[in-house]
Each structure stands twice: as C-alpha cells, then as structure tokens.
C-alpha cells in the first residue's frame, strides 16, 4: 500500500465510528527505513513519524528537518533512562513510559530543561512478562503516580499479543484510559489499525504498509 492508500483507509474507518479525521493522527513508522523511503513519504507533505531508537532518531531527523522544516517524531520503542535527556529533546512524545524509575528521571530532566514532551504510559495488556508494560490491574497507581510528579500525561499505549483478538486489547486500554480521564490512545498498526479507529484510537503507527518491508 502506499501512503494515499492508508489515509484513505483511515478516512474510511474514521466516517464508519463515526469520528471526525482530526481525531486519529497517522505516525508513519520510519525506524530501520531507508532514508530514501522516508524522503519519499516528506515529500508527500506527511509530517508526523515514529522511530524506535534514540540513536537512530538522532542520526536522522535533524537533518531530514533542516531540509523539511517542522516535522513530529514520536518515540515508539523502549527508552533506557540513561537516553532520557536525548529522548525529550529530539522526540515531541514519548510512547512507552513504563516503570517508575523511567518516570522519576523524566521528570527531573523535565523540571531542569523546562519543558517535556508528551507522554503516554505504555500498557501491557497481554500480561506477557517478555513485553514492556504495566499491567492492566497496576495501570491507575502508575498514571496517579505520573501525574503526582506533574508529568504531562497525555494517553495509553499497547501492543496487543500477536497470537489474540486485537480489538479485546484496545477496548480494555480504552477502559483503563477512560477511567483515567485520558483521551489518547496510541494503538493500532498495519494490520488492525482500523479495528483500533472503531475503538477510539487517536494515533495509529503504521510502518511496512506505507514503506515496505524492513531490509
């Protein structure tokens, strides 16, 4: 599929849950792409990407901005704190807050630097103990815990278990994040992207549908 293709699904997906387009944001994930994949998609004037690795990240996008201008890079892949201070300066949010160490060290760079990117508390709605994320059951102490240390929580993240029902996973971050009064929800990729709209997802990451497979 190409970058056209997947806004118009998009579109689709947003008019049948009965949502307005300015609701759910694309983030094209640019990690492992050529650099000529990603120019490819610049020049089709989309502006909000997702990468995996700090380093990565930095070794691409600020020369990709000197050339585009404003571009949105989200951080969608773990973050070592000893990362952190790179992470909030080069990433406008912050995908997979997960553990309260992590927390504690964003919020002190937060307080020294002035500012913070926008953060969402990575969930492990699976309960798979190989993945990242906070429980389900522990997900409420850990936003109170956030928001006690002025954190700017903006929304849940999951990646749901390749091996079950997606939508089961989405509607359960929905729940958690609306017992929190939290309106993002960052679910849904190539392949279940639209079951995630219908849920209220309001960042989609989607990567080989629009680039291609990795190399």
Known sequence: ???????NHIS????????KLDTVRLIAVSKMQPNERVASVLDQG??????NRVQEAASKWPDFRKIYGKVSVDLIGPLQTNKVRQAMELFQ???TVDRLKLANTIARIAQEIGSCPQLFVQVNTGEEPQKAGIFPGETDGFIASCRALDLPIAGLMCIPPVD??????FALLAK????NNLSGL???MSGDFESAIALGATHVRVGSAIF???P
């Open 1 to 7: 599929m190409s970058l056209s293709d997947i806004q």
């Open 12 to 19: 689709s997906a947003v008019s049948k849950a009965n949502r």
């Open 164 to 169: 079950e029902e997606p939508s089961l996973h």
């Open 93 to 95: 949010a912050i995908h």
């Open 212 to 214: 291609g497979a990795r």
């Open 176 to 179: 958690i994040a609306e017992r």
């Open 46 to 51: 989309h502006r909000y990407f997702g990468e």
């Open 186 to 188: 960052s679910m849904g």
